[in-house]
């Protein structure tokens, strides 16, 4: 018993908050690309924050609910209704058996999260429910959700329904600054070279995914064609053969041999996945000691947000 899925929308995903210490086999983390509003929906369902949800990218996703629970939808601005009627983001609501969750597609922003209460009941892979469709691994079989797939959950009904103030909620923009720590090889592009790249503007290029943004914009030269095979951070900025900048992101691959101008912050990453195809991206260089700040910050405002009870 759980949710049956109607329409599966253009990519919707089983995910928790990712997959790691399994690099050694060749594994990658997976996970929410916009881990900020994952979280937010667990919190509007009184779940862990690690409790598994559904990732929708662009929208289109319907579910058909075989039991009474607690839902939230969280992150780009998709329509919401339930059993026809209007809803809306970023916050909690009962649900009945035989109701019907639908989502439309997405106006700013382009991911979403759905949480229940308790969280989806995925068996586990490798540690983790993550959905990684490159490496066939975690949620149902591997792969994104299709027609008359089964969510299972247990009926968790809160006593409460709960709310995060429209003030408080992320603001998704057609344009991001990305936060850049330079990487160890930055030596392989002179100076001239790391300035253009840090005051161009890029475009975000129609080949973009859960791996990575590639983006369009000022051509950035490097001394080397490339270096040995070595592992990749989350964020890592690839700059290949011709010259276009490459953010890596959740399910990137776990080994690279294309020298790398910096990294990307976490916090900065899930405001990338949130861009569609056309969206402004700059760079802005920040310091190892800066961009640890800057995460705290993110997670002292984070934690720090109340929610409300509605009715």
Known sequence: MGFIVKHPGM???????????????????????????????NRLCANELNATAIEISIGGLALIAQLDTTIAVTGANMSLTISGNKKELWRSYHIKAGDVVELGFARQGLRSYLAVAGGFTIEESFGSTATVCREGVGGLAGEQL????????????????????????????????????????????????????????YTVSKSFDRMGYRLKGQNIKCDI???????????????PA???????????????????????????????????????VRFEPISMEQAHNYFHLNLSHFRRKKLNVCD
């Open 11 to 41: 990519l919707s995903l089983i995910q928790d908050t990712g997959r790691f210490g399994s690099f050694n086999i060749g594994l990658t983390n997976g996970g929410p690309i916009d881990l900020d509003a994952f979280q937010w929906a």
């Open 146 to 201: 299709k027609v008359a797939d089964v969510l299972p959950c247990v009926s968790q009904i809160r006593k409460t329904n709960l709310v995060l103030s429209e003030s408080l909620r992320p603001k998704y923009s057609d344009e991001v600054v990305l936060h850049t720590v330079p990487s160890y090889q930055q030596q392989h592009f002179s100076s001239h070279q790391q300035r253009l790249f840090f005051s161009s503007e």
């Open 242 to 280: 011709d010259g276009q900048p490459i953010v890596l992101i959740n399910d990137r691959q776990t080994i690279g041999g294309y020298p790398k101008i910096g990294a990307v912050s976490s916090v900065d990453t899930a405001k990338l996945g949130q861009l569609n195809q056309g969206c402004k």
């Open 225 to 239: 064609d490339g270096v040995l095979s070595e592992g990749i951070c989350h964020g890592a900025v690839q700059v």
